[in-house]
T-cell receptor, first 116, second 113 residues
């Protein structure tokens, strides 16, 4: 079992609300990622971070924002949620690259967001 | 455009049979990985194959990679009902940082007891 935790697992909110999805890992990994996954579909990278104070946008444009103030914590925020944001959000981390570690990801259980 | 595309989209077999899933990709890669996802859960890493490797085994899993055809296959031997899940291939494109992965659409595997 990977030591990466996401809360909440499920969230149902109304349009216009601000939400924060939490992601924490206890493995000391420097790299962290947020992927978005619609039901039965592939994952799309929306944000990533290579360390504290480092954040980059991923391949899929997203209205969400992220921060990385501590190594273990990588929260995702939506300032004003809309029904189009309804999806599953998966957080992942990976250890420093070496001969043994070449980029496999450790995933949390996901946060399923429904915006009414 | 989709980097990793999987085939078939869904596969239904009996316990004890082998399951083969295929993945195709478009650009050069550093490595290709396979992940498993149980319904409503996160993904679990299964196996990684580097671009200079052709075949890799892990327990009941066998992965092949053909970089000339830009394709990979995952074979699960002697399948069990507990293998029922979605399986995704993911590529780490050449020239990108390790850890940035592009995922395919996945194959839904159902193993009947």
């Amino acid at each position: 079992e990977a030591d990466i935790y996401q809360t909440p697992r499920y969230l149902v909110i109304g349009t216009g609300k601000k939400i924060t999805l939490e992601c924490s890992q206890t493995m000391g990994h420097d790299k962290m990622y947020w992927y978005q996954q619609d039901p039965g579909m592939e994952l799309h990278l929306i944000h990533y971070s290579y360390g504290v104070n480092s954040t980059e946008k991923g391949d899929l444009s997203s209205e969400s924002t992220v921060s990385r103030i501590r190594t273990e914590h990588f929260p995702l925020t939506l300032e004003s949620a809309r029904p189009s944001h309804t999806s599953q959000y998966l957080c992942a981390s990976s250890p420093p690259t070496s001969r043994q570690n070449t980029g496999e990801l450790f995933f949390g259980e996901g946060s399923r967001l429904t915006v009414l | 455009s989709q980097q990793g595309e999987e085939d078939p989209q869904a596969l239904s077999i009996q316990e004890g049979e082998n399951a083969t899933m295929n993945c195709s990709y478009k650009t050069s890669i550093n490595n290709l990985q396979w992940y498993r996802q149980n319904s409503g859960r996160g993904l679990v890493h299964l196996i990684l194959i580097r671009s200079n490797e052709r075949e890799k085994h892990s327990g009941r899993l066998r992965v092949t990679l053909d970089t000339s055809k830009k394709s990979s296959s995952l074979l699960i031997t002697a399948s069990r009902a507990a293998d029922t899940a979605s399986y995704f291939c993911a590529t780490n494109a050449g020239g990108t940082s390790y850890g940035k992965l592009t995922f395919g659409q996945g194959t839904i595997l159902t193993v009947h007891p």
